[in-house]
């Protein structure tokens, strides 16, 4: 089975929808991770942005960690995520972007140590959904910020409804989502792909 | 070489001693990550506890996820991170613990899903550093509320002369540390193993 048709069988299974925005999969992918199966994904986006000659996978903390991981281990490159919050041990430079969390409703400031990325890097964004885009235009600025070159975005499962990966899109940027989801509607999960 | 040394040579290399408490490893454990070293960390950790029957890996958000993650890979059995606030889309039961965090000064609540937890689960608590403890306890409250056994605590670096690992170890907890470092005083850093 493709790793495209264990994901959707894990979200028939296992996932809840908690309201017509909100899907919790948190059983496999973003509080408990199935790691067999994150191998599985990240071996995937490796072979969808074969030949992009990624250097970095960039993805912000915590949900998108573990298939930001799995990605470099597959691409062999090393994997930066953003802080949340600017630990007293990070001083130098540092890039920052600013997202506004759907499901915690706040506004946050992610931060990346200016160390790790630079105009010699070809980015690849990594993270667990795709919904408003928000934490992908924040990702976006901090890469800019560095001068280094995004090559696209993966991401496991997208909220097409939520028009945040059609607006990168729009913008000419590479959008790979592994699972596009077009409705929530009722409790029901439609599936585009 | 082994991972030990491996380790021990990226920490000569690349760590950076902030304080006489803090040494700063980012570019490969903790912000930026090496994947393919974090693998070798997580089989080690596979190696060290085979035999134990362990059904969870536990670790916290964020700097704790790659390890844990890979050593869930090795193992073959799911991962949990707590998380450090209750996200909107956690309902139902949930375990929680609190945390004095080190570098970042300040006490957080750490939570974990009832459904990922239960008295049938063997667990091992994974984490980048040990310093205090903190984690490490904070975890095993969540462990302990959960009904589940404790089968030991798996750390890349433990700060001996923070004396959380020693306390664990007075506990009769088993703790497995990679590298061992007796001082960081004068910008030294002193390896013990």
Excluded: W
């Excluded at 069988?9 to 790691?35: A, C, M, T, W, Y």
């Excluded at 919050?85 to 931060?111: A, H, L, N, W």
């Excluded at 010699?120 to 928000?134: K, M, P, T, W, Y």
């Excluded at 070159?149 to 913008?171: N, S, Y």
């Amino acid at each position: 089975m493709s790793v495209v048709e264990l994901l959707k069988e894990k979200i028939r299974q296992e996932g809840r929808v908690i309201s017509d925005d909100v899907l919790k999969v948190d059983s496999f992918l973003n509080h408990q991770i199935d790691p067999v199966l994150m191998l599985k994904v990240g071996e995937e986006f490796a072979r969808r942005f074969a030949g992009s000659a990624i250097t970095k996978v960039l993805t912000v903390e915590a949900s998108g960690i573990a298939v930001a991981l799995m990605t470099g281990l597959s691409l062999k490159v090393p994997v930066v995520f953003a802080k949340k919050k600017q630990p007293s041990t990070m001083d130098g430079e540092t890039y920052c972007g600013r997202v506004r969390s759907f499901t915690k409703e706040e506004v946050i400031d992610i931060v990346v140590a200016g160390s790790y990325l630079g105009p010699e890097d070809r980015v690849l964004i990594i993270d667990d959904f795709l919904a408003s885009g928000e934490a992908a235009r924040g990702l976006l600025k901090i890469i800019t910020q560095a001068g280094a070159t995004l090559v696209g975005v993966g991401t496991v499962i997208e909220k097409v409804f939520q028009t945040g990966g059609e607006a990168l899109r729009d913008q000419g940027i590479r959008v790979e989502s592994l699972v596009q989801i077009g409705s929530l509607a009722g409790g029901q999960i439609e599936f585009l792909n």
